[in-house]
């Protein structure tokens, strides 16, 4: 469990980012953020006035929040009427010229435009901004608990190894995975802020030719998944000896994510194969050792495409052709896909204690997809690998 001081500490510097951004009050509602703030993910809006204490209005399962949440004044309020009716009794109306700050980048448009008419002419600003940029510094206890979320990954690498053979199917390879984590405690259940992002179990296998299809998430090795309605993750192929296997997981327990991926070799790997791995290892140390508080995402990823391109792989590098992406890794925490992304866009510096990933790729045609992650802790004067598995091409089966 988080502690209830690092809850109200939380307060404190949110209601500090308030009042230097000339915001009356923020308006909390996606369950990361509440959880994040109140101690509760349940159904509720949470108020944080820029000076005062926080008022939690529970929307449903009000005897659960009310036992989760460290928040003293804690109130049911089924609507936004319910709730505003309660702020004017207590005397915290919004005034007509308030900036109240929503979440306006994922509550559906439906919910903001009735909170819009509830409020008046009160002016609603984008509260994500400003939670991701809190967010992005972690506490010793959030550290620890993406440490927990990194042994889980381990106990799944490790049943990959045990079981996965020629002959099985992509899916069969998820399933090893999966079970391993979910038998071991884990959350089963990946978290994104994209609205439009999501994974079956939590991530993607791709073997052979569908390492090098890019399907339509966010990201370059996506496997093309079961059918064109979920066209990422693992799919139904049957792996063959020689076949490269990438598999890109996010795991989470107790709420917090690890995100890292591996690459095997079903039998002996070529020597074709083993040199693209060496090289992208190279390339993927190169970035990681630029990691250290002040340097920025774009940086990271210029080292990225200058060792690609010094290894004239650049045309196969974060994807194919017009296929490929501009990134090199991205931040995690109560969700997998945090601010910022790692690419030529993040111009602010890495703070300490941001916990990132790096994850290069390399993915030729007729030849097959090498990929490696790590999810790393940003430290003062450089990092720390926050995972316990080799970076070896793991030959099995």
Known sequence: MISEVNHRE??????????????????IQKPRNLYYYAGTGQPSNLWVPADGEPILFTRRAHSMAESAAWIERIHPANTFQDMLNLLEEAGLSPSAESRIAAELDCVPYKMIDRLQKDLGGAQLVNFSDIAMQQRLVKSSDEIEKIREAGRLWRLGHEAILQTVRSGQTEYQVAA?????CRSNGGDAMV???????GLPGGGIVASGPNAWIV?????????VGMNPALPWGASGRVMERGDLVVVDYGVAKNSYHFDTARTYCIGKASDPQKELWRQLVELHFRVIDRVRAGVTGKELYETAVDAAKEMNLDNYFMGVGRDRGAYIGHTIGLEIDEWPVLGPKALEPLPANAVITVEPKF?????GGVMVEDSILVKENGYELLGTIGHELFEIG
Do not use: C, K
């Open 10 to 27: 939380r307060i404190d510097i949110l209601q500090e980012l308030l009042r230097t951004s000339g915001i009356s009050a923020a308006l």
């Open 176 to 180: 090893a995975m999966e079970h391993a």
């Open 191 to 197: 978290w994104f802020h994209r609205w439009d992002a």
């Open 215 to 223: 399907s339509g998430h966010a990201m370059t090795v996506t496997g």
């Open 363 to 367: 993915m030729i045609p007729g030849v």
